[in-house]
């Protein structure tokens, strides 16, 4: 079945350190996102990427980076400059109908 | 970005229908009303989408006002696994126009026995 696959589904991080989220999707879905999600918010759009090698930043990029070398994958890194780093990532891509979501990744800092 | 505005919460009894509003008034003639429901500690799942007409499909119902200002999502007849927050959504129709999307807090829906 086509989706998208999210991994890990829980990250711990130390202070300091980057972390990379993976995201890849076989939907052959050009559009990518990424969006941050804290508790009892809605989501906010971090980066989204509309084509392999091209990326926007969204509203909340800062401390953030991605990468497009592939349709298939849009990796996020969670730099050290991103100081409030817990929180609930999604990733999705777009199609015709709508977005597919991936299950999330889980992001705590210790 | 056209914005659409939601209740924050709403409860229903198991069994009964629910109705899900949501305001667009800023809507343009080529945004898509999508609606899409998270349950705790997954991402986003789509329900449907319209653009003119009502829709129907297996989860749900969307009527759509004639001047396309609302809509509203109908549960037919809530279950317990229907308690989750309904995002009410606008994109725009051409695929190639891959715009950023917004999300607002959506509403949480409470269904009880």
């Known amino acids: 079945d086509g989706g998208i696959t999210q991994s890990p589904k829980y990250l711990f991080r130390k202070e300091g350190q980057n972390v990379t989220l993976s995201c890849e999707q076989n939907l052959n879905h050009d559009a990518m996102y990424w969006y941050r999600q804290d508790p009892g918010q809605g989501l906010r759009l971090i980066y989204y990427?509309?084509?392999?090698?091209?990326?926007q930043k969204g509203d909340i990029a800062e401390g953030y980076s991605v990468s497009r070398e592939k349709k298939e994958s849009f990796p996020l890194t969670v730099t050290s400059a991103q100081k409030n780093p817990t929180a609930f990532y999604l990733c999705a891509s777009r199609e015709e109908r709508g977005y597919t979501f991936g299950s999330g990744t889980r992001l705590t800092v210790v | 970005d056209a914005k659409t505005t939601q209740p924050n919460s709403m409860e229903s009894n198991e069994e009964e229908p629910v109705h899900l509003p949501c305001n667009h008034s800023t809507i343009s003639g080529t945004d898509y009303i999508h609606w899409y429901r998270q349950l705790p500690s997954q991402g986003p799942e789509y329900v449907i989408h319209g653009l003119t007409s009502n829709v129907n499909n297996r989860m749900a119902s969307l009527a759509i006002a004639e001047d396309r200002k609302s809509s509203t999502l109908i549960l037919h007849r809530a279950t317990l696994r229907d308690a989750a927050v309904y995002y009410c959504?606008?994109?725009?129709?051409?695929?190639?126009?891959?715009?950023?999307?917004?999300f607002g807090t959506g509403t949480r829906l409470q269904v009880t026995l």
């Open positions: 959504i606008l994109i725009q129709g051409a695929t190639g126009t891959a715009s950023k999307l917004t």
């Open positions: 990427s509309q084509i392999v090698n091209d990326f």
